[in-house]
């Protein structure tokens, strides 16, 4: 594989995978700081005028320790069961329907953690591994899509059978943007895209969360192989306009145009001098994932530091964790390990443990 991580050595290309792994906790670790973040501002009401006077950053987070919600439980699953894929199939192409079952494997682990069972008939491990750690048997507000679809799976390979457009497909994807560029070429945008779409399937089967899925897979891609995120976001958009494949993954071709719509919405508000309380309320409160992919976004177009993104990203009526936390990630996917929000990580509860969780799976699905 020839990447943007590449060097030169005996006049051999090889990817500096220690670079990709680094970046891969990063953009895990920011997730979960904005997880962390942003809970305590969900289902609270935002008035505009409150949106100029939000400190730069939030002077609580500095000395308490805040919990991390499902979003961040169901992202270290995500990466537990491509860690389990990932060490017998290092190879491209990728086995889509091996890797969907193992993710789903992981998260009927995950359904158990919160004192639930499925009608699910094939064996499901229910020890070692995360299951290990007792801070993931806490009960972090779970989403009731996740938890809906994961209790009536009745194969590991079935997709979601609901109309769900949710933001929580999404976060679950950071470790799959950095195996894709670790397994295959530079530019099967196709694949990626389609894994992505795939993995969100598991819990969420609405048109609008399976495109944002494939097109957020896509972007954090496109951001670990090295490009900023304007070039990124150029790249994902044009890849959506411009690729006829995707209408062959049985996507509706309307929740494709939805999504890109928002999108090239979300680049020009951030470019306009429209008062950002006022393009926020314009692209939504970011219960659905495209608006949550949406705010993410415009929040890292927008902010100039670390801590406005967070601002930015946490303070509206709607989805606020999971909203922050795909904004950490994008954050800490463009940033790597220096950025200033790193030492937050030392705020949240269960620091010890997920620390040590993501430095022991990272380097399982990134050989």
Same mark, same amino acid.
């Given at each position: ?169 999404? +976060?679950? =994807?950071?470790?799959? !943007?950095?195996?894709?560029? $670790? @397994?295959?070429?530079? /530019? ?73 719509? +928002?999108? =090239?919405?979300?680049? !020009?508000?951030?470019?306009? $001098? @429209?008062?950002?309380? /006022? ?89």
């Amino acid at each position: 594989m020839i990447g943007f991580f590449c060097q030169k050595l005996g006049g051999q290309e090889i990817m500096d995978k220690a670079q990709l792994r680094a970046k891969t906790k990063a953009s895990m670790f920011s997730a979960a700081i904005g997880d962390a973040f942003g809970s305590p501002y969900e289902f609270k009401t935002v008035s505009p005028t409150h949106n100029c006077v939000l400190p730069i950053i939030d002077s609580p987070f500095c000395t308490e320790h805040r919990n991390f919600t499902d979003d961040t439980q169901l992202l270290i699953f995500s990466a537990e069961g491509l860690a389990d894929y990932a060490t017998q199939n290092q190879t491209s192409p990728i086995k889509s329907d091996v890797l969907i079952e193992a993710v789903s494997h992981a998260f009927q682990r995950w359904l158990f953690t919160q004192d639930m069972s499925s009608i699910c008939q094939d064996p499901i491990r229910l020890n070692g591994g995360l299951l290990e750690y007792p801070f993931v048997y806490q009960t972090r507000s779970p989403g009731a899509t996740c938890i809906d679809a994961l209790k009536d799976m009745q194969r590991l390979s079935q997709p979601a059978c609901n109309f769900s457009a949710g933001a929580g497909a999404l +976060l679950r =994807l950071i470790p799959h !943007a950095a195996f894709c560029l $670790n @397994t295959l070429s530079d /530019d099967d945008y196709l694949t990626v895209f389609k894994l992505g779409s795939e993995i969100a399937g598991i819990t969420h089967g609405h048109g609008h969360a399976l495109v944002s899925a494939g097109i957020f897979n896509l972007l954090m891609f496109l951001l670990f192989k090295g490009l900023d995120l304007d070039s990124s976001l150029k790249v994902s958009l044009h890849f959506l306009l411009t690729n006829k494949n995707i209408h062959n993954l049985y996507i509706d071709k309307a929740h494709i145009t939805d999504v890109t719509i +928002l999108l =090239l919405n979300v680049v !020009a508000l951030a470019k306009s $001098n @429209t008062p950002t309380n /006022d393009a926020i309320a314009a692209i939504g409160e970011g219960w659905v994932s495209p608006q949550a992919l949406g705010l993410a976004i415009y929040a890292n177009l927008k902010a100039k530091t670390g801590h406005e993104m967070l601002r930015l990203s946490a303070w509206h009526n709607g989805d606020s964790d999971t909203v922050c936390a795909l904004a950490g990630g994008i954050y800490g996917a463009i940033h790597g390990t220096a950025h200033e929000l790193m030492p937050y990580i030392e705020n949240i509860s269960g620091k010890p443990e997920l620390n040590k969780i993501i430095n022991h799976l990272v380097p399982k699905f990134i050989q």
